[in-house]
Structures are given as C-alpha cells and as structure tokens.
C-alpha cells in the first residue's frame, strides 16, 4: 500500500536511503570496506574485452552512468545500447566477452531478446534485475539482483539508483581484478559508496524548494536537461521522467551538444535544469550555461555547495545538493529529477502512477 503518500511514485522516491542501502549491503562487506559480491563470477575480468551494457528505458540510463564507471574504473571499452536497436541489428560480438542485460521487471520483451542474443553469440550474461524470478533472470549465466523491493508506479524511480548501486559494485570488481585499482582505491571508493544512502536521504530535504520550482515547471511547454560525463545519462533520465509523468515534452542532451542544435530553441520562456556537480567537467558545463543564459533561458542549476559558489552565471533557481564523492552523484541527482518530475505531474494534475499510455512493464517488442 502507499502507507502515508499520496501515491506510489512519491513513497518509492522516498524508500530509496533504504533500499540502496540494502542494495549496498548485499555488494560490500560494510565493515572492511570491500566490494563482496553475493557470488563468484564464471569469468575473470581481465579476460573480457569489451562489455555491452544493453536495457530498455530508465534502466538504459543506468546502463549509461555504468559505462562511465566500467571505463574509468576497470579501463574496459563499454558499449551501451538500447535493446531494440541490438537485438535486430547483428551487432557482431565477441565470444567470451561479457554482456549486461538491466531489468527492474525483468520481463521487458527486447530486453529478454537481446540477452538471448548475446548468450547465443556466446558471451557470458549477467542480468540486474529486481524480480529475481522474472525470465531474464532465469535466463541469465549469471543475476545480480537489486533489492528495491516491490516497485509499483510506472516511473521507475528506486529501481533506477538501486541499479546504479549493483553497477558501481561491479565496476570496482572488475577495476581491481584487472589491478586498475589498488586496494587503497578499493577502500577510498567503497568508503565513499558507503555513504550514499545517507547522502540520498539528506538530498530529499530539498522537496519543499523542488515543489515551489514545480509550479512554474508546470506552465512551460517544454523543458531542457543538460549534463556533461556521468550527468548526461541523468539529464536523460530527468527528461524521460518528466515526459512520462507530466506529458510536458522535455529533452536531455549532453551539454558540449547544446550549440550543435538545441540552443536554437532557447529563449525567455524555456527552462534550462543544468546537472552540474562540482566535479572534473564543471567548468566546461558552466561554459555551456553562460551560453544559455546569453540567450536568456531560465536557467535551474542543480549543484553542490562549492559548485553553487564557484557558478558565475545567474541561475533562476539553484538547488543545492549534498556533496558527495564525484564519481557517484549520479545517485544523488536523480533524486533532484524524480523529484522534480513527480512534483510537475502533481501540480498539473496527472495520473502520476498510472500515466496514460504506459504499462510497468512492457512485455511486447
Ligand atoms: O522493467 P524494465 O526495467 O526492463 O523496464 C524498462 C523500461 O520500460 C522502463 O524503465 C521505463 O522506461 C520506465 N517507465 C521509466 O520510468
């Protein structure tokens, strides 16, 4: 049941300290800092070549942020591909690699397909799924599960974080056993992962100031998201959020993309949510929002606090978010676009649970 909240999507939202926590809890041994998988794997990192993450949707997404992670972590060429497009399209794959197949439902048709593809051209599959009798867990060499719990509103929200949490585990795994991370690193990373659940729960505090933002969201006809590295795959995520449950058309682009179209669209009445953690790319996303902000666009910037003080652009709004390690905030930012999608929907509204068109889970190609 929705226990107090007015509907799924809000009480999922606010499960995930929770649920990523205990997402965490199966993937590391909390007390030595350790990544410890649930299992042995039947495959030595160090042999695979090239990984393909392949998903459907939100969890694409987080297929996406993994990509990031598996590259900078363990220095493994990651493909990420829808898995429609992959499961027609021949992709020619090399026997031995490693396929990821990302799932909440674990039924979605071209999901399944794909994993059937890949284990055909036979790479090892893993599968990271939140129904661990679904088909493509069944179906999977190898299951990774998150422990979102049962997720019931259409947008997928704690499945989505609790997916990233499984993927980063991984990517430190797969960054040790090919010695592209010491042990040292190893406890750096799991120390910062550690504290992502509180940092999830810290970030929810800023509803009362997404709720204000909302009702101005709300009037727009359609919304920009801007994100460069690992907050491109979140703008993404934001946008596809809000077209789900407001039906306000949105966009997410990678920021370095803005003057090779999409500026063309930007004038006083389009918001602007620019992901911007103060990490190794920031200074060029606050090159791309002075752009933005050149050509008066609304500009809502979510950031951390040193972030916020070193953005020499005026935004609209800023949302401050809690600072966190830079490889993970993708954990904390998806809070902010969940956040900000659900609040939209509710002022204009909409069936947020149950949007119109869409099923939970989509079972034909
Ligand atoms: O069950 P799955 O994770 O395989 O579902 C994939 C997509 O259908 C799903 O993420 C969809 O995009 C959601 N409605 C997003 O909120």
């Known amino acids: 049941d929705k226990a107090n909240y007015r509907h799924f999507m809000a009480k999922e939202i606010y499960e995930q300290p ?3 926590g205990q997402t965490l809890a199966r993937y590391v041994d909390m007390a030595a800092k ?172 800023i509803e009362p100031q997404i709720e204000k933002l909302a009702r101005d969201i709300a009037k727009s006809r359609a919304v920009l998201y801007f994100g460069r590295g690992t907050s491109f795959p979140v703008a993404l995520e934001g946008a596809l959020k809000l077209k789900e449950v407001s039906y306000i058309h949105a966009e997410g682009y990678a920021a370095g993309e803005l003057k090779h179209g999409p500026i063309a669209l930007i004038d006083e009445s389009m918001p602007v949510v620019v992901i911007a953690p103060y990490d190794r790319v920031f200074e060029k996303t606050v090159s791309n929002m002075q752009e933005v902000a050149a050509r008066a666009g609304n500009i809502i910037l979510m950031t951390d606090a040193t972030g916020a003080s070193k953005a020499t652009v005026d935004a609209l709004v800023t949302i401050v978010l809690p600072d966190v390690a830079a490889t993970f905030t993708p954990m904390i930012y998806a809070i902010a676009v969940q956040l900000l999608a659900y609040h939209t929907a509710v002022v204009m509204g909409a069936d947020v649970d149950q949007p119109r068109n869409l099923a939970k889970s989509v079972t034909v190609e």
Request: charged share 25%; net charge negative; with cysteine.
């Open 18 to 20: 929770e649920v990523v």
């Open 34 to 205: 350790r990544i410890a998988l649930p299992l042995e794997l039947p495959f030595d990192f160090n042999d695979i070549t090239r990984i393909l993450i392949t998903a459907c949707g939100t969890a694409s997404y987080a297929g996406h942020v993994a990509k990031y992670w598996f590259e900078r972590l363990a220095r493994i060429p990651v493909e990420i591909d829808v898995a429609s497009e992959l499961r027609y399209r021949e992709a020619p794959l090399r026997k031995g690699d490693l396929a990821i197949v990302i799932s909440q439902s674990g039924e979605t048709a071209d999901a399944l397909a794909a994993l059937r593809y890949a284990k055909a051209q036979g790479l090892h599959t893993i599968s990271v799924v939140n129904v661990p009798t679904s088909t493509i867990a069944r179906e999977s060499e190898t299951v990774l599960p998150t422990l979102a719990g049962p997720e019931i509103g259409v947008a997928s929200t704690k499945a989505f974080t609790c997916q990233l949490m499984v993927m980063a585990a991984l990517a430190i795994a797969a960054g040790k056993q090919r010695r592209e991370l010491s042990d040292i690193d190893e406890l750096k990373l799991v120390g910062e992962l550690i504290e992502v659940p509180r940092l999830i729960a810290e970030a929810l505090a």
